[in-house]
């Protein structure tokens, strides 16, 4: 089964039915490397719910456009609507429709006020430079690498991945602050085939305060129902110029 790994939260688990084997390979960076490079040549999109504690499910559109050189992530709900520009090689960028690229710190606003992020939505740690194996764990009844990366200047200091080891896809992070304390934890519960390809049919997002256990229905997530593997779409579309701060 070949893993199809696009720079997005959502895509990074699609995988076709059949993966070629590997030989079990414990640099880290190599690891991170796989789950990066499998990543699709067409363009498709989703249909998502998001659940936000007891709140009405919101419906969400994806949309992504595949390049050699990128993939361009679209969410869009409503009247809102962001766009992850994410390089084959390099950090992504952030926009939002009407308030162009965010920075700093607004990367970590909250997407229609769930617990998923901007910043979390494109994974940029799987490209942070410095990553460590940590050795191998089960993850729901998977067997994964498990790493460790860290950065200087990012909103987390440091994030545990375990990557399933026959698909090099990321099951499930934690993010740590430099204190150590646990402050986000993502998660793939399910998944659905969708014509040649398997999805994450359920992904999940906690943020977790500082000595609180979280109830379960204080997370948030996303579940994907629908999808188009066969498509083509406008790049236009997908401009930074679509996301201009509104003056």
Not at 165 to 182: Q, R
Not at 228 to 234: A, H, I, S, V
């Amino acid at each position: 089964m070949k893993m199809l790994s696009v720079i997005a939260l959502v895509s990074l688990f699609a995988f076709r039915a059949r993966a070629d084997v590997v030989t079990t390979n414990q640099d880290a960076r190599a690891i991170l490397a796989r789950v990066l490079a499998n990543r699709p040549s067409r363009d498709f999109s989703l249909k998502a719910r998001l659940f936000v504690g007891h709140a009405d499910a919101v419906p969400v559109d994806i949309l992504m456009k595949n390049t050699a050189d990128e993939t361009r992530t679209i969410y869009r709900a409503g009247q809102t609507a962001a766009l992850i520009v994410q390089p084959v090689h390099g950090a992504p960028t952030f926009y939002v429709r009407g308030q162009g690229q965010l920075t700093g710190t607004e990367r970590t606003k909250k997407f229609l006020g769930s617990d998923f992020t901007y910043y979390d939505l494109g994974l940029p740690f799987l490209h942070w430079p410095t990553a460590q194996f940590l050795g191998e764990e089960r993850v729901r009844g998977r067997d994964c690498y498990a790493i460790e990366s860290t950065a200087d200047g990012e909103p987390y200091a440091r994030v545990k991945m375990w990557i399933d080891k026959e698909f090099f896809a990321l099951l499930k992070a934690e993010a740590f602050d430099a204190k150590g304390t646990l402050l986000r934890r993502f998660a793939v519960t399910s998944f659905k085939k969708i014509g040649d390809f398997w999805i994450p049919r359920g992904l999940e997002e906690a943020e977790l305060l500082p000595g609180q256990a979280l109830p379960s229905e204080e997370k948030s997530r996303l579940e994907i129902y629908e999808g188009n593997y066969d498509t083509t779409l406008p790049a236009e579309e997908f401009s930074r110029d679509q996301y201009k701060q509104q003056k």
